[in-house]
Structures are given as structure tokens and as C-alpha cells.
């Protein structure tokens, strides 16, 4: 988009004029862009708790299951003592009632629906109904908080460790196309079908029950090691197999993908004729191939950084890792309602938030790109 | 590392060769576009605890003993044999690689029927006891709209012919299940009380599809369906058809061998709409829902059992009639036979006045509850807990491993004292708060819990019996005309025509006044009276020698605190009311008269109840409190600390209490509720607090309540817990992240570390049966029956009674009676030529059943000879 000039403006003017402009249209376009990820984030939030509800039906569920476990207390109580069994039917008929109560039931779906999404959106987590955090606490935050940090150490160490070793190797491949590492990329590419967890199972069978080398599983050795030190070399000895079975489980094709596409750039004109000018090999990597990359590689990495907060239900499952991968699944199948949005809003915010910025990113490191469009 | 691990190492390195032979000679390929996405992994089922419906609680049997006894020998150790046991968390599937890499000694959870085989193979030794046992339930209700045809009991009934048992034992549960037809639990307790009949039914319903189809077909023509083409048909042309809701979760076999019932249906003539889901997914239909709506035909049930339950006069009801306890709808529906509903009620209530009368009752009730079948028993599955070669462990034969009371006390590395036990449990550790009046129920935590606890009398694994822990003796009493019985020496017991609560005993709580009130007070004078009445000496040392973990004796206040606590929870005007215990204290209630302290130094006490046990040893409990919990034990400073922070509204015992506050539940382990309680011990500290003081001050000073709360204190700062018990581990440490923690010695235990060495090994007879491979009818014969335990003879004192049924060439039982004891281990049969002339020409079976006082499981043998007239 062009401003256009009027004659009798000064440079200057037309300068204040032109920034005016820019910051109009740059706080109408992030203010649109703002309410439409709001809106995004509200209807996703909204959906997810929906879904997790199955629409309501898991109130029918819970309440079967309130029954169920009334029921068994009562009996497990009366059992072998003369209790009329009117008395016995009105503590039933009395703890249900508390129990639906205490679960919300009590409340129509519709309208507990919105109480999760208020309370997701303004942060106010709450409480969860049937989870626990590991240290006894029913407060979501502290649920979500202390499963925060295990799932960040796996999932950051082994999805930045990913990154950039598969670029750096990506691009040292691609510019030896059709060579002996290139093919071997190629065609290790498919085993990256196989899941991390299957790649953990190999990995324990051969480091943990073969060679005896590396633990089966946990964060930690039980009982820890009582110094600091020993525990921070504890956990990294519990990290290699987890860790590395994610990297392994993605290694081939996330190489194979960014020689892919760095080998599309690779064959650009413009780099044929940097080449053909005689420029160094670091400097079209730098200049030619890397730059014009580099919004792609951005976006990868911005989503790589919330993606790591989602953990990895089934290598944590493998591993016994005390991440958030584990406990979303359990929040899940619990039905935890409370939890679930708990995790979802961060994830949503994040996702929201990255996405925002990230034009920003493309702004300033593409020439190309202008943000708010224009005629 | 096993066959299977080498197998996949293998595998993996020729994918990886095959992949660099492939790059050799692969071309360069045209480049595609990029792919962004970071590999997402799909979400996996949990494992999660078996699913129990219903809580019938009962005994069982065990296949082999497969653990090891201890050399006897004395031993100056005290408490646990270990120095430390490390709880850690296991998933299920890794079990054996990590046993055979020798990374777990012991995974206490242990495995189900269905995973036998593969725990066969290991080679690892394992101990046995009960598992979940299964059913098949029929809905009876009369629908709504359409025609339920399983209202009709003869139906029902003809499916016990339907089942093959033994099929789906062997098929789906290994051959390590027991095939079931009683709801009392296959060869425990009662099963050996009433072996006869049961036997004789067993063999009466065996597996005959013909028998089956033969009685389906012509109660289903009779309903309008007669079989056409093979197929159930009305006059319609409709098939009839069977909604059969099947669970497919836990451990898989309830699916194997509803798909096996589905083909017999299918074959009888039935149309079958197979629906399966989780207990989630089918609970709001067949437990929520309207029996009525005719959502559902049958139901593939799975039922619990933790306790060695000696009588299960109760089970009838329960289980099959309309006033079951279980007070589910389906239960309601069913339109039982009238002499089954009277019998089963009057079982319930024990209407019966001698042994005998009941023994009579509960043959009849067998009967008839397979003319009912509201439930086709199926199988009674086991559980088998794997350990590391040397490892001494013993099994609860209902409790298993994790659960036993007994386990912490006999664990230990064979002919060493000290060592490490790395303990292996479910991933259900710390999956609730840790504390003493409602935490953390999981098998998991309870069983890291039970390390800690001591007790007052403890449940014999093996009998289900209550033995004498740091209780001396006890003296019951009961009314005359009631059916009990005594089995152990450490108690008496007497008969009362009428059992006076005497006026000054204790038969209530005020909670406004912090005080007893007493069995005059709330009578009014007027003379109160209870069934039963026991009471209890504890050892005369008690308070000298018991000690909490943080180092302080047990003392009457500890008591006392336990014991208010229980009334005054559930009283509006207490400052820890909770509506959690209501019903449980109104339950009881209304069977307590009263309960008294005779004397503190020694400690003697005595209760009253309207209570009733077939065992005098079951009655012992009602006179005696202690300082056991749901959760382990809290002693008076640990309550006070708590109740302290519960009364000001910062913490909560129960989880709907804390729900109602919006407060954390109280952990004594970890947490916000440490920080919390820490400020309370600190306040009653500066204060000098005696909760419940017009009563507590009567048992303890200001000064030593300030000692006990500083004790406490130093243990907290010394451990970083608040967990304490007068057991013979303590708690160490705890990694609540990594879900581990460790138990230590507790050095200050009283008693020797051998004083339960006993059960190392369930005393399960090896029988043998001797005699003539060929019987003259009319001609006197005599077999000779052999009763040893590893390898010695069984002692008479030891041996109930050994039964013996002869079943003739037709399968037909013609004679039951029992065997003659000659000494220890010898038994003699004598058939008069009266008895051989009944058993007819062919094959004979003369099978034995052995019932022991010291094991609740009999041993059954069988010898076949011919009989030629």
C-alpha cells in the first residue's frame, strides 16, 4: 500500500502524515486481527469443552457412576448390621443427591458450559472435580504447574534439539544433493512412520533390559539422589531414552522435509546467479537460501515452542514421565472438565498469541511482506 | 534380556542396515514441498483400576503355593525385616522385561488370570490369590414396550447349561480361574462348609448345550417365539433379539467370553446385538438407566472381593433378590421365587439358630439361587503377584499382596535380615492426599500406608480370622440362642440370656460440651440391653513399648482422640463437622449401646453391640477402639494439628468437604497443606492446646500435649512429612513428581521381626487317596487318605473335617458323608457292601474334600476305581 503525496506538503509533514497513516492502519489491522483471535479462541475453547462432555452426555455417565459408588458405600455400610432398608434407601437416594451436587450435576449442562468457558478465558482455572495434582492439591493451576516442568524439559530438549539439528544437517544435505548421507536420508525418511513410543520400546529393551546402562523409566531414580547435582545428572539419565526416542521417531523426515524445501530454494535463479558470481557457499546459504527461508522457519519454530506444552501421552506413558501429556489424557477419560479447559485456554492463548506476533515477525524479516495489505 | 527384546533389537538394526543399503543405491528423488508438522502421538488408554460394581466380599482358593518359608531361626531384630522398602511406580506391560532385568523385586499389584501364560514363561515365582470374579446379569424387568423373555426364570436358569465353564477358563483365563456357579466364593469358607451340595449342583448344571436348547426352545415357543429355522421367530417373522451390553476394559476377557455366549445364543436360535464400551460407556444404561425401557437384555458382570468373608449368609440377597443391599433398579426388577426371597432375607438376617440350621439354609439358597440366576455365575478369576527368586512374600488369599495385612510384616529377603525390597505398584501412587481419616483409597497408596500401621488385631491371611495383634486376650459375650462359634485360643466366649450396657459406659457424644454422655443419661435410666458384647485386654506394656515414628509413646490421649473424633465429625455443632460420615455413624448408631474404658494401666475396654458374628473372633472389635483410620493412623498431635486447620476452614479431611470449602484436602505428605499445617502445630505450639479439652484433659497435660506437638515438629523438619503410625516401617522420604517414596526401618517397633513368620506360606494341604482300583458291590472296601504340608502330616487339631462324595458311572452322587480320622495326616474310608452296592456297575469317582482350620481353602482330590457287581 502507497500514501499518496500532496504537493504542498513538506517532507516532513508527509513524513508525520505517512507514519500516522501506517499507524492507523497497522492499529486497525492488529485490532481486527485481535477480536477475530478472540473470537477464534472463544468458539475453539467453547468446542473443546463441548466435546470433552460429549454434548452433555457425560453428565448421564457421571451420574450412572455417582449410583454405582453410592451404592457399593451403603452396602459395604449396612453389610451385617439389622438396617431397615428404608433407611438404607434414603441414605442412597441422600448421598447421590450430595454427590450429583458436589459435581455440579445439579446444574443443567448448558449453563455449566459457560461457567467453564468464563472461568477458562478469565484464567480463573478453579478447581478440578476428580484430579489431583502429584502433591494432593484440587486447584488446576497447581495440576497443570507441577506437570509444567517435566513436560517442558522432554518435550523442549528433545523437540529444540530436532530443530536445529535437522536444519543445520537439512542444509548441509541439500547442498550435497544426491550424495551418500542425502540417499541415506531419503531413505530412512519412511521409518519416521513408527511412533516415538514404539521407538521407546526398542530403546528400554536395549538400554535398560539388555545392556543395563539406562533406567527403564522415571524422572527421577527412587529415592532420588540427595544432592543437586546428582539429581540434575539423575534426570538427565532418565531423559536420554524419552528424549531420544522422539528425536529418533522424527528425525529422518524432519531432515528429509527441510532438504526438500531448502533444495527448492537451492534452485532458484538468483542463486544460480550468486553462484554464477562467484559468492562463497556461507554467503548464498546466508543470503540466498536462509533469508528468503526464514518466515517458514520462524513459523516452524513458533509452533515447534507451543507445541511442546501439549507433551507426549503415550512416550510419557512408556517412559513413566510426570509430564502434562499424561495427565491431559487422564483429565480426558476422567472427564475432568475443569482440567481440560485448564490446558486447552493455555494452549489457546499461546497459539492466539504466537500467531499474532508472528506477523509481526514476517514483517521484519521479509521485505515482502506488509502488514494491514493496501490497494 | 528375553527372547522377544532380542528379536526386536534385531529387527531394528536391519531396518536400519536395510535403510544405508537402500541409500546406497537409491536415485536422487525430485524434491517435494516442505512439512512443517512436528510428529503428533495419538492418545492412549490409561490403565485404571478394576472396575468393581458391586462389594460382595468373600474367600477363595489357591492353586499352588509357591512361596517360600523361612528357615525359623531367632532372630534380636525387631519390626520389619528390611531396612527399606522402595515404592515406585510400574506400567503393567513392562513388567516382566523389568523383573527379569532385575530393576523391580516385587510387583505387588500382580497380574490377572488372563496374563498366566505369559507370567509362566518368565519363570518367575509368583503368589496367588482372588481376582475379580465374573457374571453374566440379566436384566428382569418387565419392559415397557416389547417382551423381555428373561423374566422368565427357567430361561435364566437353562443358561447355566448354556455356559461351558471349564471352556471359558481354559480358553480366556489360562486355566488359572476356578469355574463358578455359587456366588459364594468357589472353594473358600462356606464353598468347603457346603461341598456336598455344591458338588452335586455343579455336576447337576455342567455344561450340556442339548439340555439347554431343550428348555429355551419350548419356554420361548411358549412366549410366542418358537423356533423357526433355526431362528427364534414370532408370528411376525421377527427374530428375537438379545441387547447384550459387554464390557471390553479391564483386563479383556469379559469381552472373550461374551463374544463365546453371543455364538451360543446365536446358535440356540437368538438374534444377539452385541454392545460393547467401557464401564463408562454401558453404566448409564444398565445402572442408571430403566431396567424397564428395554435398553438392555444382559450384562457382562465383574464383582470385587478383598476380604476373606467367612459367612456370606448375606450373598443371596445381595446378589439375586429385590431387597438386595446393592439397591440397584435391575436388582428391584426381579420377580424372585417366593421360598428363594424368604430364605435369602432370613439368611441376610441371620434368622437361624444354630450351624447346622444354617448350613441347611445356605444348601438350600444354592439351589435355588441357580433356579433363579438373576446372575450366571461365571468364573472366580485370581490374581497372581510375581516376585524376584529369595523374596519371602506372603498373599492375603482374598487381599493378595499390596492389600494384606499381614505383608509388611513377613517381607523380607529368605535368611537375611535387612536388605532392600524394590516395590512395584500400579501407577496410582499419591493419586489422592495422604491423610489418616479420608485420603488416598487407591490399592497403591493404601498399601505404602499399611507399612506404617500397627494394630490392636489383625486379619489372619489365611482364615480370615481376627488374630491377637498387641491385644493380650478378649472375653465375648453373646445372647443365648445365637449360632457362634469359636475357633482361637486367645478369646473366650459365653452366652448371656441378656447382655445389661451398664449405665455409666459411654453411649454418645455432645459435641457442644466436648463430652460422653452416657447410656443413663440417654436412656433416661431406663436399662439398655445389646446381643453382643466383648471385652478387650491389650498387652500390659502397651504404652511403655508402642511409639509413633516421631519418637513419642503411644498414650491413652492418642486413643481417646481417634475415638472422639469418630462421633465427633458427624455432629452439626462440632468445629470439623463434614457430612461426609453421617451415614456411616448413623448406620452405626444404630447397632452401638455403649462402650467403656475399664481401665488405662492396663488398658482394658469394653463395647456393646446389637451386633452378630457366626465367628466370637469377628465380635472382638466391638470392644476395643483404637487408633486406626481409613488412611493408616494419626495420633493425638497429628489430629490436633489437622483438626485445627479443618476447624479454621484451611484444609479439609474429605474431598467433599473440600469441594463444598474450595479448600485442599489435607496431606500430611506434600503440597499446599503442609505450609498450612505447619501454622496450625506452630499455633498449638504457642498455646499449648488440648483439643477436646473437658474430656482429653483427663488423659493428658498442657505440658505433654506441648512435647507431643514439638515431637511432631522435629519429625516434620527431619523427614518433610507429617505422616505418623506406630508400625514396623516409617515414612523416609516421598518424590511426589517421580512418584516414589521410600519406607525405612522403624528401629523403636516392640516386637521381633519373626513373630508372624507363620504365614510364609498358607498351610494348603497335599492330598492323597489310596485304595483298590477295582470295588466288588456288596463287598466291603476302605481307601486310605492322606493329608501332608510339605511333606509332613497335617495335624488333626488343624483339620476340620474331611469330606468324601461318590459319584457313580452316570455322574449321579450317592453318598456323602465323611471321612475317619486315624492320626495326624491319616484319614480312613470304610464303604460297608450296604454303601458299594450302591455305586453300580463302571467307572466310580470318589472325590475328597479336605477343610482345614489354619487355610479357608480345602483341598479336593479324586481317585477313580471300577465297581463290579
Not at chain 1, 124 to 129: D, E, H, I, M, P
Request: with cysteine.
Amino acid at each position: 500500500m502507497s500514501i499518496e503525496t500532496n504537493s504542498q506538503e513538506t517532507p516532513i509533514e508527509y513524513a508525520k502524515r505517512a507514519t500516522r497513516e501506517t499507524a492507523k492502519r497497522l492499529a486497525r489491522f492488529f485490532s481486527i486481527r485481535l477480536v477475530l483471535q478472540i473470537i477464534t479462541i472463544i468458539i475453539g475453547v467453547y468446542i473443546t469443552i463441548l466435546v470433552a462432555n460429549m454434548g452433555g452426555y457425560v453428565d448421564t455417565i457421571l451420574k450412572a457412576s455417582i449410583i454405582e459408588e453410592v451404592n457399593m458405600e451403603v452396602s459395604a455400610m449396612v453389610s451385617e448390621k439389622d438396617i431397615p432398608r428404608e433407611m438404607r434407601e434414603q441414605m442412597v437416594r441422600d448421598l447421590v443427591e450430595e454427590r450429583e451436587r458436589l459435581a455440579g450435576l445439579d446444574q443443567p449442562f448448558i449453563t455449566r458450559s459457560f461457567h467453564h468457558l468464563w472461568n477458562g478465558l478469565t484464567l480463573n482455572f478453579g478447581r478440578a472435580r476428580f484430579m489431583v495434582s502429584d502433591h494432593g492439591s484440587r486447584m488446576v493451576r497447581n495440576i497443570i504447574l507441577e506437570r509444567l516442568p517435566a513436560t517442558l524439559l522432554l518435550m523442549g530438549t528433545s523437540q529444540l534439539l530436532l530443530f536445529f539439528v535437522t536444519l543445520s544437517i537439512a542444509l548441509a544435505v541439500s547442498r550435497h544433493y544426491g550424495s551418500f548421507w542425502d540417499k541415506l536420508i531419503v531413505a530412512m525418511s519412511p521409518t519416521s512412520s513408527i511412533p516415538p513410543w514404539f521407538y521407546g520400546i526398542f530403546l528400554i529393551l536395549i538400554f535398560a533390559a539388555w545392556l543395563k546402562v539406562l533406567p527403564f523409566s522415571g524422572m527421577v531414580d527412587a529415592p532420588p539422589p540427595p544432592t543437586k547435582l546428582g539429581y540434575f545428572l539423575n534426570v538427565l539419565k532418565h531423559l536420554i531414552l524419552p528424549a531420544g526416542s522422539l528425536f529418533i521417531s522424527s528425525f529422518f523426515i524432519n531432515t528429509y522435509s527441510w532438504r526438500t524445501f531448502f533444495l527448492i530454494y537451492s534452485s532458484e535463479d538468483y542463486v544460480d546467479m550468486a553462484k554464477a558470481k562467484g559468492l562463497g557457499d556461507r554467503a548464498i546459504e546466508r543470503r540466498y537460501i536462509l533469508r528468503p527461508t526464514l518466515p517458514s522457519i520462524i513459523t516452524s519454530f513458533a509452533l515447534l515452542m507451543v507445541g511442546i506444552w501439549t507433551g507426549a501421552t503415550l512416550t510419557e506413558t512408556i517412559f513413566n514421565w510426570p509430564g502434562l501429556g499424561t495427565t491431559i489424557y487422564t483429565a480426558i477419560s476422567k472427564y475432568d472438565t475443569a482440567v481440560i479447559v485448564g490446558t486447552t485456554i493455555i494452549q489457546a492463548y499461546m497459539l492466539g498469541i504466537t500467531v499474532f506476533f508472528l506477523d509481526f515477525l514476517y514483517a521484519i524479516v521479509d521485505p515482502r511482506v506488509k502488514l494491514g495489505g493496501g490497494k | 534380556m528375553s527372547k522377544f527384546a532380542r528379536i526386536l533389537s534385531l529387527l531394528l538394526v536391519t531396518v536400519l542396515l536395510g535403510g544405508m543399503l537402500i541409500a546406497c543405491e537409491q536415485k536422487p528423488v525430485t524434491p517435494e514441498p516442505p512439512v512443517d508438522e512436528v510428529p503428533v502421538e495419538e492418545p492412549v488408554e490409561e490403565p485404571v483400576e478394576e472396575p468393581v460394581e458391586e462389594e460382595p466380599v468373600e474367600e477363595e482358593p489357591v492353586e499352588e503355593p509357591v512361596e517360600e518359608e523361612p528357615e525359623p531361626e531367632p532372630t534380636t531384630r525387631v519390626g520389619g525385616w528390611l531396612d527399606e522398602i522402595v515404592v515406585s511406580i510400574i506400567d503393567a506391560p513392562s513388567v516382566i522385561v523389568q523383573m527379569e532385568a532385575d530393576a523391580v523385586d516385587v510387583y505387588v499389584n500382580g497380574f490377572g488370570t488372563n496374563d498366566l501364560d505369559q507370567l509362566n514363561d518368565s519363570g518367575l515365582p509368583y503368589t496367588t490369590s482372588n481376582g475379580t470374579y465374573y457374571t453374566l446379569q440379566f436384566n428382569p424387568a418387565e419392559f415397557n414396550e416389547g417382551l423381555n423373555v428373561f423374566r422368565n426364570r427357567k430361561i435364566r436358569e437353562a443358561f447355566n447349561y448354556l455356559i461351558d465353564r471349564n471352556y471359558i477358563n481354559q480358553e480366556f483365563y489360562a486355566g488359572g480361574a476356578l469355574p463358578k456357579w455359587f456366588a459364594i466364593m468357589t472353594n473358600f469358607g462356606d464353598y468347603a462348609l457346603l461341598a456336598d451340595t455344591a458338588r452335586r449342583l455343579e455336576t447337576k448344571y455342567a455344561y450340556n448345550f442339548e439340555k439347554a436348547k431343550e428348555i429355551i426352545d419350548a419356554e420361548m415357543e411358549a412366549a410366542g417365539y418358537p423356533l423357526t429355522d433355526g431362528k427364534y421367530m414370532n408370528a411376525d417373522g421377527e427374530q428375537y433379539e438379545v441387547i447384550f451390553l459387554v464390557r471390553n476394559d479391564g483386563d479383556g476377557t469379559r469381552k472373550a467370553w461374551g463374544t463365546y455366549l453371543t455364538g451360543q445364543m446365536e446358535k440356540l436360535g437368538f438374534a444377539v446385538n452385541f454392545k460393547e464400551g467401557t464401564g463408562g460407556d454401558l453404566g448409564p444404561i444398565w445402572i442408571a438407566g430403566d431396567p424397564k425401557a428395554g435398553e438392555w437384555h444382559m450384562y457382562t458382570g465383574g464383582w470385587g472381593a478383598s476380604v476373606l468373608n467367612r459367612d456370606q449368609s448375606n450373598i443371596f440377597q445381595e446378589m439375586y433378590l429385590p431387597t438386595s443391599a446393592q439397591g440397584l433398579p435391575v436388582f428391584m426388577e426381579n420377580d424372585s421365587d417366593p421360598e428363594f426371597q424368604e430364605l435369602g432375607d432370613k439368611l441376610y438376617n441371620r434368622e437361624f439358630t444354630t450351624m447346622e440350621q444354617r448350613a441347611e439354609m445356605m444348601a438350600r439358597a444354592l439351589e435355588l439361587s441357580l433356579e433363579d440366576s438373576l446372575q450366571v455365575m461365571i468364573v472366580d478369576s485370581k490374581r497372581f503377584v510375581p516376585h524376584q527368586e529369595g523374596l519371602v512374600v506372603t498373599t492375603d488369599l482374598a487381599a493378595g499382596v499390596e492389600s494384606a495385612q499381614i505383608t509388611p510384616f513377613t517381607l523380607r529377603w529368605e535368611g537375611q535380615e535387612g536388605g532392600t525390597v524394590r516395590w512395584a505398584t500400579q501407577p496410582f501412587l499419591f493419586n489422592g492426599p495422604w491423610n489418616p481419616v479420608r485420603g488416598s483409597n487407591t490399592t497403591s497408596d493404601q498399601g505404602a500406608v499399611r507399612m506404617t500401621v500397627g494394630y490392636a488385631t489383625t486379619y489372619d491371611p489365611y482364615t480370615g480370622l481376627l488374630n491377637a495383634f498387641w491385644v493380650d486376650k478378649a472375653e465375648v459375650t453373646v445372647q443365648t440362642g445365637l449360632p457362634v462359634q469359636k475357633t482361637l485360643d486367645w478369646l473366650t466366649l459365653d452366652f448371656a440370656d441378656e447382655i445389661v450396657v451398664p449405665g455409666d459406659a459411654w453411649a454418645d457424644w455432645d459435641a457442644e460440651t466436648q463430652t460422653f454422655i452416657t447410656v443413663d443419661e440417654k436412656s433416661g435410666g431406663e436399662p439398655v440391653t445389646a446381643t453382643a458384647k466383648a471385652v478387650v485386654y491389650f498387652r500390659e506394656d502397651l504404652f511403655d513399648v508402642v511409639k509413633w515414628h516421631d519418637g513419642s509413646n503411644l498414650e491413652m490421649a492418642d486413643i481417646m482422640m481417634s475415638y472422639i473424633m469418630g462421633f465427633d465429625r458427624a455432629k452439626e455443632e462440632s468445629a470439623i463437622y463434614d457430612k461426609q460420615p453421617v451415614g456411616a455413624f448413623n448406620v452405626f448408631m444404630q447397632t452401638f449401646k455403649g462402650f467403656k474404658i475399664v481401665s488405662t494401666d492396663p488398658l482394658i475396654m469394653e463395647g456393646y453391640q446389637d451386633t452378630f458374628s457366626a465367628d466370637a473372633e469377628l465380635l472382638v472389635p466391638i470392644g476395643y477402639t483404637w487408633i486406626n483410620n481409613f488412611q493408616g493412623e494419626g495420633s493425638f498431635a497429628s489430629y490436633a494439628m489437622m483438626n485445627s486447620a479443618e476447624a479454621a476452614h484451611e484444609l479439609a479431611y474429605t474431598e467433599s468437604k473440600a469441594l463444598e470449602l474450595e479448600v485442599e484436602q489435607t496431606s500430611t505428605i506434600g503440597g499446599p497443606s503442609l505450609e498450612i499445617l505447619t501454622k496450625h502445630l506452630d499455633q498449638l505450639i504457642a498455646d499449648g492446646t488440648i483439643p477436646y479439652e473437658p474430656t482429653l484433659g483427663q488423659y493428658i497435660t498442657k505440658e505433654q500435649a506441648i512435647a507431643r506437638y514439638q515431637a511432631l515438629k522435629a519429625h516434620f523438619e527431619k523427614y518433610g512429612n507429617y505422616h505418623q503410625g506406630v508400625g514396623p516401617y516409617f515414612l523416609k522420604s516421598v518424590d511426589l513428581n517421580g512418584k516414589s517414596l521410600v519406607m525405612a526401618h522403624w528401629d523403636q517397633y516392640p516386637d521381633l521381626a519373626d513373630r508372624w513368620s507363620m504365614y510364609s506360606a498358607p498351610k494348603i494341604s497335599d492330598v492323597e487317596i489310596d485304595g483298590p482300583g477295582q470295588v466288588v458291590g456288596g463287598e466291603e472296601a476302605t481307601f486310605d487318605i492322606y493329608v501332608t504340608f510339605q511333606g509332613k502330616p497335617y495335624e488333626l487339631a488343624d483339620i476340620k473335617q474331611v469330606k468324601f462324595l461318590v459319584y457313580d458311572a452316570e455322574n449321579n452322587v450317592v453318598i456323602i458323608s465323611a471321612a475317619e480320622a486315624v492320626e495326624d495326616g491319616h484319614f480312613v474310608i470304610t464303604f460297608s457292601g450296604e454303601d458299594t452296592a450302591k455305586f453300580g456297575d463302571g467307572a466310580t469317582k470318589l472325590e475328597v474334600a479336605v477343610i482345614s482350620i489354619a487355610v479357608a481353602q480345602p483341598t479336593f482330590e479324586t481317585i477313580e476305581f471300577i465297581t463290579a457287581q
